[in-house]
Protein backbone atom coordinates (compact mmCIF):
# COMPACT_ATOMS: atom_id res chain seq x y z
CA UNK A 1 0.00 0.00 0.00
CA UNK A 2 0.83 3.53 -0.62
CA UNK A 3 2.89 5.56 2.66
CA UNK A 4 3.01 9.04 1.80
CA UNK A 5 3.32 10.23 5.30
CA UNK A 6 6.71 8.01 5.07
CA UNK A 7 7.88 11.81 2.70
CA UNK A 8 7.82 13.01 6.41
CA UNK A 9 10.63 10.64 7.75
CA UNK A 10 13.87 9.70 7.35
CA UNK A 11 13.87 7.07 4.33
CA UNK A 12 15.12 4.10 6.32
CA UNK A 13 13.34 5.03 9.51
CA UNK A 14 11.32 1.84 9.53
CA UNK A 15 14.53 -0.22 8.25
CA UNK A 16 15.63 0.79 12.08
CA UNK A 17 12.85 -0.81 13.66
CA UNK A 18 13.76 -3.80 16.27
CA UNK A 19 10.88 -5.69 18.47
CA UNK A 20 11.74 -7.77 21.19
CA UNK A 21 11.01 -11.19 21.37
CA UNK A 22 10.43 -11.72 25.09
CA UNK A 23 7.81 -10.70 27.82
CA UNK A 24 7.72 -7.37 29.34
CA UNK A 25 9.40 -7.95 32.32
CA UNK A 26 12.52 -9.21 30.18
CA UNK A 27 12.20 -6.02 28.39
CA UNK A 28 12.83 -3.85 31.29
CA UNK A 29 15.35 -6.28 33.12
CA UNK A 30 17.43 -5.49 29.91
CA UNK A 31 17.10 -2.21 30.00
CA UNK A 32 18.02 -2.33 33.95
CA UNK A 33 21.37 -4.47 32.88
CA UNK A 34 22.57 -1.85 31.04
CA UNK A 35 21.46 1.43 32.97
CA UNK A 36 21.59 -0.31 37.00
CA UNK A 37 22.82 2.90 38.25
CA UNK A 38 19.97 5.49 36.69
CA UNK A 39 16.50 5.95 38.13
CA UNK A 40 13.48 4.91 36.91
CA UNK A 41 10.73 5.77 39.39
CA UNK A 42 10.01 9.03 41.55
CA UNK A 43 7.63 9.93 44.17
CA UNK A 44 8.14 13.17 45.55
CA UNK A 45 11.50 12.53 47.30
CA UNK A 46 10.99 8.80 46.53
CA UNK A 47 13.50 6.93 44.00
CA UNK A 48 14.26 3.54 42.52
CA UNK A 49 17.20 3.07 40.49
CA UNK A 50 16.81 0.48 37.91
CA UNK A 51 18.29 -1.84 39.56
CA UNK A 52 16.76 -1.57 42.77
CA UNK A 53 13.37 -1.74 40.71
CA UNK A 54 14.42 -5.04 39.48
CA UNK A 55 15.11 -5.95 42.87
CA UNK A 56 11.35 -5.15 44.54
CA UNK A 57 9.87 -6.66 41.19
CA UNK A 58 11.54 -10.11 41.49
CA UNK A 59 10.68 -10.13 45.49
CA UNK A 60 7.46 -9.36 44.84
CA UNK A 61 6.86 -11.67 41.81
CA UNK A 62 8.78 -14.63 44.37
CA UNK A 63 5.80 -13.74 47.16
CA UNK A 64 3.12 -14.07 44.72
CA UNK A 65 4.61 -17.70 43.78
CA UNK A 66 4.43 -18.41 47.28
CA UNK A 67 0.78 -17.33 47.32
CA UNK A 68 0.15 -19.91 44.77
CA UNK A 69 0.18 -18.01 42.10
CA UNK A 70 1.08 -19.64 38.56
CA UNK A 71 1.35 -19.07 34.80
CA UNK A 72 -2.12 -17.66 33.61
CA UNK A 73 -4.12 -16.88 36.82
CA UNK A 74 -5.65 -13.23 36.46
CA UNK A 75 -4.69 -10.53 39.07
CA UNK A 76 -6.85 -7.27 39.15
CA UNK A 77 -4.47 -4.11 39.89
CA UNK A 78 -6.68 -1.26 40.70
CA UNK A 79 -4.72 1.67 42.30
CA UNK A 80 -3.09 4.69 41.28
CA UNK A 81 0.05 5.79 39.86
CA UNK A 82 2.48 4.94 42.53
CA UNK A 83 5.40 2.35 43.13
CA UNK A 84 3.68 -0.77 44.17
CA UNK A 85 1.82 -0.77 40.69
CA UNK A 86 4.66 -1.25 39.15
CA UNK A 87 6.24 -3.82 41.46
CA UNK A 88 2.90 -5.65 40.72
CA UNK A 89 2.76 -5.34 37.05
CA UNK A 90 6.24 -6.60 36.23
CA UNK A 91 5.91 -8.60 38.86
CA UNK A 92 3.29 -10.75 37.82
CA UNK A 93 4.28 -10.28 34.01
CA UNK A 94 7.41 -12.48 35.04
CA UNK A 95 5.26 -14.85 36.45
CA UNK A 96 3.42 -15.22 33.11
CA UNK A 97 -0.07 -13.91 34.80
CA UNK A 98 -2.55 -11.77 33.07
CA UNK A 99 -2.58 -8.40 34.11
CA UNK A 100 -6.03 -6.77 34.73
CA UNK A 101 -5.57 -2.90 34.90
CA UNK A 102 -8.85 -0.93 36.39
CA UNK A 103 -9.36 2.57 37.08
CA UNK A 104 -8.59 3.23 41.24
CA UNK A 105 -11.83 5.22 41.39
CA UNK A 106 -14.27 2.35 39.99
CA UNK A 107 -17.22 1.57 41.77
CA UNK A 108 -17.67 -1.51 43.25
CA UNK A 109 -20.11 -3.19 41.35
CA UNK A 110 -17.51 -2.41 38.06
CA UNK A 111 -14.60 -4.08 40.13
CA UNK A 112 -17.26 -7.35 41.32
CA UNK A 113 -17.90 -7.16 37.47
CA UNK A 114 -14.64 -7.34 36.48
CA UNK A 115 -13.52 -9.87 38.93
CA UNK A 116 -15.86 -12.54 37.62
CA UNK A 117 -15.39 -11.86 33.93
CA UNK A 118 -11.51 -12.52 34.40
CA UNK A 119 -12.28 -14.80 36.88
CA UNK A 120 -9.48 -13.39 38.90
CA UNK A 121 -7.57 -15.51 41.79
CA UNK A 122 -6.24 -11.60 43.27
CA UNK A 123 -7.13 -8.14 43.64
CA UNK A 124 -5.04 -5.05 44.88
CA UNK A 125 -6.48 -2.13 45.67
CA UNK A 126 -6.18 0.86 47.96
CA UNK A 127 -7.34 1.84 51.56
CA UNK A 128 -10.31 3.64 50.20
CA UNK A 129 -11.82 1.05 48.79
CA UNK A 130 -12.53 -1.18 52.24
CA UNK A 131 -15.27 0.64 53.42
CA UNK A 132 -17.32 -1.88 51.06
CA UNK A 133 -15.11 -4.68 49.98
CA UNK A 134 -17.08 -7.40 50.69
CA UNK A 135 -19.39 -5.80 47.94
CA UNK A 136 -16.29 -6.27 45.42
CA UNK A 137 -15.80 -10.31 46.71
CA UNK A 138 -19.26 -11.39 46.58
CA UNK A 139 -19.54 -14.56 44.55
CA UNK A 140 -15.94 -14.17 43.04
CA UNK A 141 -12.92 -16.72 43.58
CA UNK A 142 -10.81 -14.08 44.78
CA UNK A 143 -8.15 -15.49 47.34
CA UNK A 144 -5.76 -12.89 47.76
CA UNK A 145 -6.44 -9.39 48.68
CA UNK A 146 -3.43 -6.82 48.88
CA UNK A 147 -4.59 -3.24 50.40
CA UNK A 148 -1.95 -0.28 49.35
CA UNK A 149 -1.79 2.87 50.72
CA UNK A 150 -0.18 5.93 49.02
CA UNK A 151 2.65 6.31 51.50
CA UNK A 152 3.48 3.23 51.70
CA UNK A 153 7.76 3.97 51.63
CA UNK A 154 7.54 7.67 51.40
CA UNK A 155 8.68 9.61 54.33
CA UNK A 156 6.94 12.11 56.57
CA UNK A 157 6.81 15.20 54.45
CA UNK A 158 5.75 13.34 51.43
CA UNK A 159 2.72 12.22 53.15
CA UNK A 160 1.73 15.69 54.66
CA UNK A 161 2.19 16.59 50.54
CA UNK A 162 0.37 13.21 49.49
CA UNK A 163 -2.71 14.14 51.79
CA UNK A 164 -3.05 17.13 50.56
CA UNK A 165 -2.67 16.39 47.13
CA UNK A 166 -5.42 13.19 47.43
CA UNK A 167 -9.09 14.23 46.87
CA UNK A 168 -11.05 14.52 49.94
CA UNK A 169 -13.17 11.39 49.24
CA UNK A 170 -9.77 9.43 49.28
CA UNK A 171 -8.38 10.59 52.37
CA UNK A 172 -8.65 9.36 56.26
CA UNK A 173 -7.04 6.95 58.70
CA UNK A 174 -5.29 3.71 57.91
CA UNK A 175 -8.26 1.04 58.65
CA UNK A 176 -8.37 -2.44 60.26
CA UNK A 177 -8.41 -5.23 57.50
CA UNK A 178 -11.73 -7.30 57.37
CA UNK A 179 -11.67 -11.08 57.56
CA UNK A 180 -13.40 -13.28 55.45
CA UNK A 181 -13.60 -16.92 55.44
CA UNK A 182 -10.77 -18.49 52.48
CA UNK A 183 -9.57 -15.24 51.67
CA UNK A 184 -6.40 -13.66 52.69
CA UNK A 185 -6.35 -9.52 53.24
CA UNK A 186 -2.96 -8.20 53.91
CA UNK A 187 -1.53 -4.33 53.39
CA UNK A 188 1.05 -4.27 51.07
CA UNK A 189 3.94 -3.62 53.43
CA UNK A 190 3.04 -6.92 55.76
CA UNK A 191 2.31 -9.33 52.46
CA UNK A 192 6.14 -7.46 50.81
CA UNK A 193 7.75 -8.03 54.30
CA UNK A 194 7.44 -11.28 54.52
CA UNK A 195 9.97 -13.79 54.31
CA UNK A 196 10.86 -15.90 51.22
CA UNK A 197 10.06 -19.88 51.62
CA UNK A 198 10.37 -20.75 48.46
CA UNK A 199 11.39 -18.67 45.17
CA UNK A 200 10.10 -18.45 41.93
CA UNK A 201 10.82 -21.85 39.27
CA UNK A 202 11.52 -21.11 36.10
CA UNK A 203 8.45 -20.17 34.10
CA UNK A 204 8.85 -20.05 30.41
CA UNK A 205 6.36 -16.47 29.17
CA UNK A 206 6.93 -16.43 25.57
CA UNK A 207 5.94 -13.09 23.59
CA UNK A 208 2.52 -14.23 22.15
CA UNK A 209 1.01 -15.18 25.56
CA UNK A 210 -1.77 -13.07 27.08
CA UNK A 211 -0.09 -10.94 29.51
CA UNK A 212 -3.12 -8.15 30.35
CA UNK A 213 -6.59 -7.21 30.33
CA UNK A 214 -7.92 -3.46 29.75
CA UNK A 215 -11.77 -2.39 30.39
CA UNK A 216 -12.71 -0.84 27.28
CA UNK A 217 -15.46 -0.09 25.25
CA UNK A 218 -13.82 2.31 22.75
CA UNK A 219 -14.30 0.62 19.28
CA UNK A 220 -18.09 -0.59 19.68
CA UNK A 221 -19.83 1.57 22.30
CA UNK A 222 -20.15 -1.80 24.40
CA UNK A 223 -18.61 -2.72 27.47
CA UNK A 224 -15.39 -5.42 26.57
CA UNK A 225 -12.72 -6.95 27.81
CA UNK A 226 -9.76 -6.61 25.47
CA UNK A 227 -6.87 -9.03 25.77
CA UNK A 228 -3.37 -7.78 24.98
CA UNK A 229 0.01 -10.70 24.60
CA UNK A 230 3.55 -9.30 25.46
CA UNK A 231 4.57 -8.58 21.91
CA UNK A 232 1.51 -6.10 21.74
CA UNK A 233 3.77 -3.73 24.87
CA UNK A 234 7.02 -4.77 23.98
CA UNK A 235 6.76 -3.89 20.51
CA UNK A 236 5.78 -0.41 21.26
CA UNK A 237 8.90 0.68 23.07
CA UNK A 238 10.95 0.34 19.29
CA UNK A 239 7.92 2.63 17.61
CA UNK A 240 7.45 5.32 20.11
CA UNK A 241 11.82 5.42 19.80
CA UNK A 242 11.87 6.33 16.28
CA UNK A 243 7.99 8.16 16.68
CA UNK A 244 9.61 10.60 19.77
CA UNK A 245 13.46 10.93 18.26
CA UNK A 246 14.48 9.01 21.71
CA UNK A 247 17.43 7.35 21.25
CA UNK A 248 17.57 4.25 22.81
CA UNK A 249 21.32 4.09 23.94
CA UNK A 250 21.28 7.94 25.03
CA UNK A 251 18.69 9.12 27.21
CA UNK A 252 20.37 9.28 30.87
CA UNK A 253 19.30 12.79 31.58
CA UNK A 254 15.68 12.72 30.68
CA UNK A 255 12.40 11.62 32.33
CA UNK A 256 9.09 11.73 31.92
CA UNK A 257 5.34 13.12 34.29
CA UNK A 258 2.28 11.97 32.91
CA UNK A 259 -0.86 13.34 34.49
CA UNK A 260 -3.20 10.49 33.48
CA UNK A 261 -4.01 7.22 35.30
CA UNK A 262 -2.39 3.70 34.62
CA UNK A 263 -5.66 1.94 33.49
CA UNK A 264 -5.24 4.03 30.39
CA UNK A 265 -3.91 1.88 27.27
CA UNK A 266 -1.24 4.92 25.96
CA UNK A 267 -0.04 5.51 29.28
CA UNK A 268 0.72 2.20 30.61
CA UNK A 269 2.38 1.02 27.23
CA UNK A 270 3.87 4.80 26.37
CA UNK A 271 4.17 6.78 29.26
CA UNK A 272 5.66 4.16 31.52
CA UNK A 273 6.31 0.57 29.96
CA UNK A 274 7.98 2.22 26.75
CA UNK A 275 9.99 5.24 29.23
CA UNK A 276 10.98 2.96 31.69
CA UNK A 277 12.53 0.58 28.40
CA UNK A 278 14.13 3.24 26.90
CA UNK A 279 16.16 4.13 30.24
CA UNK A 280 13.57 7.52 30.63
CA UNK A 281 12.69 8.30 34.56
CA UNK A 282 9.22 8.09 35.40
CA UNK A 283 7.82 10.73 37.56
CA UNK A 284 4.35 9.54 39.03
CA UNK A 285 1.90 11.80 40.66
CA UNK A 286 -0.62 9.94 41.97
CA UNK A 287 -4.01 11.80 41.59
CA UNK A 288 -4.43 14.44 39.35
CA UNK A 289 -5.28 18.37 39.64
CA UNK A 290 -4.11 21.27 38.11
CA UNK A 291 -2.29 21.73 40.85
CA UNK A 292 -0.35 18.68 41.37
CA UNK A 293 0.38 19.03 38.20
CA UNK A 294 1.99 22.64 37.87
CA UNK A 295 3.80 21.98 41.12
CA UNK A 296 5.22 18.76 40.33
CA UNK A 297 6.11 20.44 36.83
CA UNK A 298 8.58 23.19 38.04
CA UNK A 299 9.65 21.12 41.16
CA UNK A 300 10.92 17.52 39.11
CA UNK A 301 11.75 19.78 35.71
CA UNK A 302 10.58 16.59 33.41
CA UNK A 303 11.80 16.27 29.36
CA UNK A 304 8.73 14.68 28.37
CA UNK A 305 5.17 15.16 29.51
CA UNK A 306 1.81 13.16 28.52
CA UNK A 307 -1.61 14.61 29.17
CA UNK A 308 -5.44 15.12 28.11
CA UNK A 309 -6.28 18.17 26.51
CA UNK A 310 -7.77 19.44 29.45
CA UNK A 311 -5.13 18.87 31.82
CA UNK A 312 -3.37 21.03 29.86
CA UNK A 313 -5.49 23.64 29.12
CA UNK A 314 -6.43 23.86 33.28
CA UNK A 315 -2.46 23.67 33.37
CA UNK A 316 -1.96 26.50 31.36
CA UNK A 317 -4.50 28.76 33.20
CA UNK A 318 -2.64 27.42 36.63
CA UNK A 319 0.09 28.85 36.02
CA UNK A 320 -0.85 31.83 33.79
CA UNK A 321 -2.71 32.87 37.60
CA UNK A 322 -0.32 31.76 39.93
CA UNK A 323 2.05 34.35 40.88
CA UNK A 324 4.74 31.97 41.98
CA UNK A 325 4.67 29.91 38.57
CA UNK A 326 3.91 32.65 36.12
CA UNK A 327 6.93 34.11 35.16
CA UNK A 328 9.03 30.55 35.94
CA UNK A 329 10.94 29.24 32.94
CA UNK A 330 10.02 25.76 31.21
CA UNK A 331 13.09 25.65 29.04
CA UNK A 332 13.54 22.03 30.89
CA UNK A 333 10.94 20.67 28.27
CA UNK A 334 11.50 18.78 24.87
CA UNK A 335 8.64 16.83 24.35
CA UNK A 336 4.77 17.96 25.34
CA UNK A 337 2.30 15.03 23.91
CA UNK A 338 -1.70 15.44 24.38
CA UNK A 339 -3.76 11.94 24.49
CA UNK A 340 -6.92 11.03 24.41
CA UNK A 341 -9.18 13.66 22.72
CA UNK A 342 -8.30 16.39 20.07
CA UNK A 343 -6.90 19.74 21.34
CA UNK A 344 -9.35 22.55 20.46
CA UNK A 345 -7.36 24.08 17.75
CA UNK A 346 -7.89 27.76 19.11
CA UNK A 347 -6.62 26.62 22.34
CA UNK A 348 -3.72 24.06 21.13
CA UNK A 349 -2.63 27.17 19.56
CA UNK A 350 -3.11 29.21 22.91
CA UNK A 351 -0.95 26.70 24.73
CA UNK A 352 1.66 27.10 21.79
CA UNK A 353 2.28 30.67 22.46
CA UNK A 354 2.07 29.97 26.11
CA UNK A 355 5.17 27.59 26.06
CA UNK A 356 7.14 29.65 24.26
CA UNK A 357 6.23 32.62 26.58
CA UNK A 358 7.46 30.48 29.66
CA UNK A 359 11.15 29.67 27.12
CA UNK A 360 9.84 26.81 25.87
CA UNK A 361 11.23 25.60 22.45
CA UNK A 362 9.01 22.95 21.69
CA UNK A 363 5.21 22.92 20.27
CA UNK A 364 2.36 20.87 21.41
CA UNK A 365 2.38 16.94 19.69
CA UNK A 366 -0.94 15.51 19.31
CA UNK A 367 -1.06 11.89 19.22
CA UNK A 368 -4.02 9.70 18.58
CA UNK A 369 -5.04 5.98 19.89
CA UNK A 370 -7.42 3.85 21.06
CA UNK A 371 -7.27 0.87 23.73
CA UNK A 372 -7.92 -1.53 21.11
CA UNK A 373 -4.44 -0.50 19.17
CA UNK A 374 -3.02 0.14 23.09
CA UNK A 375 -0.29 2.61 21.63
CA UNK A 376 0.06 5.73 20.01
CA UNK A 377 -1.01 5.38 16.27
CA UNK A 378 -0.42 8.33 14.85
CA UNK A 379 1.44 12.00 16.29
CA UNK A 380 1.74 15.42 15.12
CA UNK A 381 5.16 15.87 13.86
CA UNK A 382 7.25 18.14 15.65
CA UNK A 383 6.65 21.95 14.13
CA UNK A 384 4.80 20.53 11.48
CA UNK A 385 1.43 20.30 12.36
CA UNK A 386 -2.01 21.12 10.11
CA UNK A 387 -4.97 22.57 12.12
CA UNK A 388 -7.61 19.51 12.78
CA UNK A 389 -5.09 17.35 11.89
CA UNK A 390 -3.84 14.13 14.46
CA UNK A 391 -0.65 13.90 12.42
CA UNK A 392 0.66 10.89 10.82
CA UNK A 393 1.00 7.44 11.54
CA UNK A 394 4.14 6.33 13.57
CA UNK A 395 6.29 3.66 12.14
CA UNK A 396 5.85 0.57 11.81
CA UNK A 397 1.92 1.23 12.14
CA UNK A 398 -0.31 1.38 9.08
CA UNK A 399 -3.58 3.44 8.71
CA UNK A 400 -5.73 4.02 6.13
CA UNK A 401 -9.42 5.61 4.81
CA UNK A 402 -12.08 2.19 3.79
CA UNK A 403 -15.44 2.36 2.86
CA UNK A 404 -17.30 1.05 5.91
CA UNK A 405 -19.59 -1.23 4.04
CA UNK A 406 -17.50 -2.53 0.97
CA UNK A 407 -13.54 -2.22 3.28
CA UNK A 408 -12.41 -1.18 -0.14
CA UNK A 409 -9.63 1.62 0.78
CA UNK A 410 -10.89 5.10 -0.41
CA UNK A 411 -8.20 7.58 -2.15
CA UNK A 412 -6.79 10.62 -0.10
CA UNK A 413 -9.41 13.40 0.35
CA UNK A 414 -12.50 10.54 0.46
CA UNK A 415 -13.77 10.11 3.72
CA UNK A 416 -14.66 6.74 5.35
CA UNK A 417 -13.82 4.74 8.51
CA UNK A 418 -10.17 4.57 10.07
CA UNK A 419 -8.31 1.39 10.08
CA UNK A 420 -5.39 0.55 12.07
CA UNK A 421 -2.62 -2.12 11.44
CA UNK A 422 -0.02 -2.34 14.53
CA UNK A 423 1.84 -4.44 16.18
CA UNK A 424 0.38 -3.19 19.04
CA UNK A 425 -3.24 -3.86 18.18
CA UNK A 426 -5.23 -6.41 20.58
CA UNK A 427 -5.29 -10.33 20.30
CA UNK A 428 -8.95 -10.35 20.43
CA UNK A 429 -11.75 -9.50 23.38
CA UNK A 430 -12.51 -11.98 26.33
CA UNK A 431 -15.02 -14.51 25.77
CA UNK A 432 -16.71 -12.41 23.26
CA UNK A 433 -15.46 -13.84 19.46
CA UNK A 434 -18.70 -11.46 17.92
CA UNK A 435 -17.09 -8.08 19.30
CA UNK A 436 -13.87 -9.25 18.58
CA UNK A 437 -14.51 -9.91 14.34
CA UNK A 438 -16.42 -6.90 14.32
CA UNK A 439 -13.76 -5.66 15.65
CA UNK A 440 -10.41 -7.34 14.12
CA UNK A 441 -10.78 -7.80 10.10
CA UNK A 442 -8.68 -9.66 7.35
CA UNK A 443 -8.77 -7.40 4.39
CA UNK A 444 -7.70 -8.23 1.18
CA UNK A 445 -4.22 -7.38 1.47
CA UNK A 446 -3.78 -10.28 3.57
CA UNK A 447 -3.05 -7.65 6.96
CA UNK A 448 -5.27 -7.89 10.09
CA UNK A 449 -7.07 -4.22 10.39
CA UNK A 450 -8.71 -2.59 13.65
CA UNK A 451 -11.82 -0.99 12.51
CA UNK A 452 -11.89 1.83 14.95
CA UNK A 453 -15.43 2.86 14.53
CA UNK A 454 -14.03 6.84 13.73
CA UNK A 455 -14.56 8.72 10.61
CA UNK A 456 -12.01 10.54 8.83
CA UNK A 457 -10.27 11.42 6.07
CA UNK A 458 -6.45 11.40 4.79
CA UNK A 459 -4.75 14.59 2.72
CA UNK A 460 -2.23 14.14 -0.15
CA UNK A 461 0.50 14.16 2.57
CA UNK A 462 -0.69 11.10 4.44
CA UNK A 463 -2.02 13.54 7.32
CA UNK A 464 -5.33 11.89 9.08
CA UNK A 465 -8.40 13.97 10.39
CA UNK A 466 -10.45 12.69 12.44
CA UNK A 467 -14.14 13.89 11.40
CA UNK A 468 -16.85 11.95 13.68
CA UNK A 469 -17.44 8.85 15.54
CA UNK A 470 -19.50 6.16 13.95
CA UNK A 471 -20.03 4.94 17.31
CA UNK A 472 -22.46 6.74 20.14
CA UNK A 473 -19.53 7.66 22.46
CA UNK A 474 -18.77 10.97 23.81
CA UNK A 475 -14.86 12.72 25.23
CA UNK A 476 -15.17 13.70 28.29
CA UNK A 477 -12.04 14.89 29.78
CA UNK A 478 -10.07 13.07 26.93
CA UNK A 479 -11.56 9.71 27.71
CA UNK A 480 -14.31 8.24 25.60
CA UNK A 481 -17.56 7.29 27.26
CA UNK A 482 -20.11 4.83 25.97
CA UNK A 483 -23.22 6.56 25.41
CA UNK A 484 -24.92 3.01 25.18
CA UNK A 485 -23.39 1.96 28.66
CA UNK A 486 -24.75 4.69 30.52
CA UNK A 487 -28.81 4.59 28.59
CA UNK A 488 -28.40 1.00 29.62
CA UNK A 489 -27.40 2.22 33.60
CA UNK A 490 -30.53 4.01 33.39
CA UNK A 491 -32.98 1.74 31.92
CA UNK A 492 -32.76 -0.39 34.75
CA UNK A 493 -33.87 1.80 37.15
CA UNK A 494 -38.12 1.24 37.97
CA UNK A 495 -39.56 3.81 36.50
CA UNK A 496 -37.79 4.27 33.04
CA UNK A 497 -39.61 3.93 30.33
CA UNK A 498 -37.27 5.08 27.80
CA UNK A 499 -33.88 7.06 27.91
CA UNK A 500 -31.52 9.01 25.23
CA UNK A 501 -28.15 10.21 26.16
CA UNK A 502 -26.43 13.17 24.49
CA UNK A 503 -23.43 15.35 24.91
CA UNK A 504 -23.51 18.83 24.74
CA UNK A 505 -21.26 21.46 26.04
CA UNK A 506 -21.83 23.49 29.46
CA UNK A 507 -21.70 27.38 30.10
CA UNK A 508 -17.59 26.89 30.42
CA UNK A 509 -17.43 24.98 27.18
CA UNK A 510 -16.70 21.51 29.32
CA UNK A 511 -18.23 18.99 27.40
CA UNK A 512 -21.17 17.15 29.83
CA UNK A 513 -23.59 13.99 29.49
CA UNK A 514 -27.58 14.83 29.68
CA UNK A 515 -30.11 12.07 29.88
CA UNK A 516 -33.40 12.46 28.48
CA UNK A 517 -35.69 10.47 30.42
CA UNK A 518 -39.02 9.14 29.05
CA UNK A 519 -41.13 8.22 32.59
CA UNK A 520 -43.34 5.32 32.99
CA UNK A 521 -46.95 6.61 32.76
CA UNK A 522 -47.07 5.99 36.50
CA UNK A 523 -44.26 8.73 37.23
CA UNK A 524 -45.07 10.45 34.18
CA UNK A 525 -47.72 13.28 35.71
CA UNK A 526 -46.48 13.25 39.69
CA UNK A 527 -43.99 15.49 40.89
CA UNK A 528 -42.96 13.97 44.20
CA UNK A 529 -42.77 10.35 42.00
CA UNK A 530 -40.09 12.05 39.74
CA UNK A 531 -38.10 13.85 42.29
CA UNK A 532 -37.89 10.28 43.69
CA UNK A 533 -37.35 8.73 40.18
CA UNK A 534 -34.37 11.17 40.14
CA UNK A 535 -32.81 9.81 42.74
CA UNK A 536 -32.99 6.65 41.85
CA UNK A 537 -31.50 7.54 38.77
CA UNK A 538 -28.71 9.39 39.91
CA UNK A 539 -28.25 6.39 42.76
CA UNK A 540 -27.77 3.90 40.28
CA UNK A 541 -25.28 5.99 38.40
CA UNK A 542 -23.32 6.84 41.44
CA UNK A 543 -23.12 2.80 42.06
CA UNK A 544 -22.57 2.00 38.84
CA UNK A 545 -20.49 4.76 36.68
CA UNK A 546 -16.98 6.81 37.18
CA UNK A 547 -17.89 9.95 38.15
CA UNK A 548 -17.17 11.35 34.39
CA UNK A 549 -19.21 8.52 32.71
CA UNK A 550 -22.35 9.95 34.92
CA UNK A 551 -25.16 12.37 33.57
CA UNK A 552 -24.77 16.07 35.01
CA UNK A 553 -28.46 16.55 34.23
CA UNK A 554 -31.24 14.40 33.61
CA UNK A 555 -34.08 16.11 31.81
CA UNK A 556 -38.08 14.14 31.45
CA UNK A 557 -39.46 14.01 27.86
CA UNK A 558 -42.95 12.45 27.43
CA UNK A 559 -41.42 10.82 24.33
CA UNK A 560 -38.28 10.68 21.71
CA UNK A 561 -38.89 10.43 18.45
CA UNK A 562 -38.20 7.43 16.72
CA UNK A 563 -36.86 6.22 13.25
CA UNK A 564 -38.21 4.21 10.71
CA UNK A 565 -37.67 0.95 12.41
CA UNK A 566 -38.81 2.24 16.09
CA UNK A 567 -35.38 3.00 17.50
CA UNK A 568 -34.46 6.46 19.38
CA UNK A 569 -33.45 9.20 16.11
CA UNK A 570 -30.81 10.33 17.98
CA UNK A 571 -30.00 12.77 15.29
CA UNK A 572 -33.19 14.43 15.80
CA UNK A 573 -33.17 14.42 19.46
CA UNK A 574 -29.55 15.94 19.23
CA UNK A 575 -31.24 18.77 16.87
CA UNK A 576 -33.93 19.61 19.07
CA UNK A 577 -31.69 19.96 22.35
CA UNK A 578 -29.23 22.76 19.95
CA UNK A 579 -32.73 24.20 18.96
CA UNK A 580 -33.76 24.61 22.67
CA UNK A 581 -30.05 26.14 23.79
Not at 121 to 141: F, M, Y
Not at 214 to 238: D, P
Not at 455 to 479: E, L, P, S, T, V
Request: proline share 4%.
Amino acid sequence: MDKPWMKQYDGDIENRLEFFKGSAYEQLKKKASEVPGNYALNLFSYTLTFKELITKIDKTADLLWQEGFRKGDNILICIPNIPVFFFLFYAANKLGLIVTVLNYQSTYAMINSVIRECSCKGLVINQSKLPRLDDALRDTEISLVLVCNDGDYVNFIDRFNLYFSTPPELRGKRQELPKFKNRKIVSWVQFYGQEISCKVSTETVEGTDPAFFLNSGSATGEHMIEVFTNENITSAVSIVSLGLALDKNDNNDKSSLSAVNNNYSMVLTISFHSMLCLGVEVILMPYYNPGNFAGVLFYRKPSILFGYPSMYINLMEKIETTSAYMRKSMAFLDTAISMGDSFPIGERKKFDVFLDKHNCGVEMQEAYGLTECLSVCSLTPLFKARDNSMGIPLPGVLMKIVDPNTMVELPSGRQGEICVCSPTSMAYVNNDQSATDSILRKHRDGRTWIHTGDIGHMDDDGYFYFDYMKKRCANIGGRSVSLKAVEDTVKNVYGVEDVCVIDQADENGNTILVALVVPNDRFLFDNDKLVQLKDSIEMECNMLLLEYQRPSKIEYRASLPKNGVGETDYKQVVAEMAEQH
